[in-house]
Protein backbone atom coordinates (compact mmCIF):
# COMPACT_ATOMS: atom_id res chain seq x y z
CA UNK A 1 0.00 0.00 0.00
CA UNK A 2 3.15 2.16 0.74
CA UNK A 3 4.37 1.61 -2.33
CA UNK A 4 1.05 2.47 -4.17
CA UNK A 5 0.90 5.93 -2.78
CA UNK A 6 4.77 6.24 -3.13
CA UNK A 7 4.08 6.06 -6.51
CA UNK A 8 0.85 8.55 -6.62
CA UNK A 9 3.22 11.41 -5.10
CA UNK A 10 6.04 10.51 -7.40
CA UNK A 11 4.23 10.84 -10.18
CA UNK A 12 2.41 14.25 -8.89
CA UNK A 13 6.34 15.68 -8.28
CA UNK A 14 7.64 14.54 -12.12
CA UNK A 15 4.42 15.42 -13.93
CA UNK A 16 4.57 12.36 -15.40
CA UNK A 17 1.23 10.22 -14.40
CA UNK A 18 1.25 7.97 -17.48
CA UNK A 19 4.16 6.63 -16.86
CA UNK A 20 3.42 6.15 -13.03
CA UNK A 21 0.14 4.45 -14.15
CA UNK A 22 1.13 1.72 -16.22
CA UNK A 23 3.93 0.45 -13.92
CA UNK A 24 0.28 0.60 -11.31
CA UNK A 25 -1.32 -1.43 -13.88
CA UNK A 26 1.54 -4.16 -14.67
CA UNK A 27 1.95 -4.27 -11.20
CA UNK A 28 -2.17 -5.62 -10.68
CA UNK A 29 -1.83 -7.26 -13.88
CA UNK A 30 -0.95 -10.40 -12.34
CA UNK A 31 -3.41 -10.60 -9.63
CA UNK A 32 -6.17 -9.69 -12.04
CA UNK A 33 -4.95 -12.84 -14.28
CA UNK A 34 -4.76 -15.13 -11.67
CA UNK A 35 -8.04 -14.46 -10.51
CA UNK A 36 -9.51 -15.02 -14.13
CA UNK A 37 -7.92 -18.05 -14.03
CA UNK A 38 -9.20 -19.33 -10.63
CA UNK A 39 -12.35 -18.75 -11.96
CA UNK A 40 -11.95 -20.50 -15.12
CA UNK A 41 -10.68 -23.25 -13.95
CA UNK A 42 -11.90 -23.65 -10.56
CA UNK A 43 -15.39 -22.10 -9.41
CA UNK A 44 -16.91 -21.77 -13.07
CA UNK A 45 -16.93 -25.91 -13.51
CA UNK A 46 -17.83 -26.75 -10.06
CA UNK A 47 -20.82 -24.60 -10.35
CA UNK A 48 -21.48 -26.63 -13.90
CA UNK A 49 -21.50 -29.72 -11.54
CA UNK A 50 -23.44 -28.40 -8.98
CA UNK A 51 -26.33 -27.46 -11.87
CA UNK A 52 -26.64 -31.22 -13.30
CA UNK A 53 -26.73 -32.60 -10.03
CA UNK A 54 -29.76 -30.58 -9.19
CA UNK A 55 -31.73 -31.71 -12.09
CA UNK A 56 -30.75 -35.35 -11.88
CA UNK A 57 -32.13 -34.74 -8.98
CA UNK A 58 -35.19 -33.14 -9.80
CA UNK A 59 -35.48 -35.62 -12.67
CA UNK A 60 -35.78 -38.45 -11.00
CA UNK A 61 -39.28 -40.69 -10.86
CA UNK A 62 -40.77 -43.36 -9.82
CA UNK A 63 -39.29 -46.92 -11.19
CA UNK A 64 -35.61 -45.38 -11.22
CA UNK A 65 -33.16 -47.27 -9.76
CA UNK A 66 -30.50 -44.80 -7.55
CA UNK A 67 -27.35 -44.42 -5.42
CA UNK A 68 -27.31 -43.24 -2.31
CA UNK A 69 -24.63 -41.16 -0.73
CA UNK A 70 -23.96 -43.60 1.62
CA UNK A 71 -24.15 -46.69 -1.19
CA UNK A 72 -27.78 -47.68 -0.24
CA UNK A 73 -28.85 -48.55 -3.82
CA UNK A 74 -32.89 -48.92 -4.33
CA UNK A 75 -35.83 -48.69 -6.40
CA UNK A 76 -37.80 -45.42 -6.48
CA UNK A 77 -41.35 -46.14 -4.96
CA UNK A 78 -42.54 -42.35 -4.14
CA UNK A 79 -40.72 -38.89 -4.70
CA UNK A 80 -42.11 -35.98 -2.43
CA UNK A 81 -40.66 -32.68 -2.79
CA UNK A 82 -37.81 -32.98 -0.54
CA UNK A 83 -38.30 -36.78 -0.06
CA UNK A 84 -37.79 -39.57 -1.68
CA UNK A 85 -39.34 -43.53 -0.61
CA UNK A 86 -37.08 -46.01 -2.28
CA UNK A 87 -37.29 -49.86 -1.85
CA UNK A 88 -33.82 -52.23 -1.53
CA UNK A 89 -32.93 -55.37 -0.85
CA UNK A 90 -35.24 -58.55 -1.93
CA UNK A 91 -37.44 -58.78 1.28
CA UNK A 92 -38.77 -55.08 0.36
CA UNK A 93 -37.07 -53.14 2.76
CA UNK A 94 -38.77 -49.16 2.46
CA UNK A 95 -36.15 -46.81 3.52
CA UNK A 96 -36.94 -42.44 3.43
CA UNK A 97 -34.20 -40.51 2.41
CA UNK A 98 -33.59 -37.00 1.37
CA UNK A 99 -32.90 -35.71 -2.08
CA UNK A 100 -29.71 -34.04 -1.54
CA UNK A 101 -28.51 -37.62 -0.32
CA UNK A 102 -28.38 -38.64 -3.93
CA UNK A 103 -25.61 -39.90 -5.08
CA UNK A 104 -26.32 -40.93 -9.19
CA UNK A 105 -28.72 -42.52 -10.87
CA UNK A 106 -28.02 -46.03 -11.95
CA UNK A 107 -31.35 -47.00 -14.35
CA UNK A 108 -33.88 -44.70 -15.40
CA UNK A 109 -37.54 -46.42 -15.28
CA UNK A 110 -38.98 -46.96 -19.09
Excluded: C, H
Excluded at 5 to 18: F, K
Excluded at 78 to 102: C, F, H, P, Y
Amino acid sequence: MNEIIRMLEDAADTGTPTASLWSMVSMFAPFVVLIAVFYFFMIRPQKKQQRETQSMRESISRGDVITTVGGIVGIVIMVKEDNILIETSGDKTRVQIQKWAIRSVEQKSE
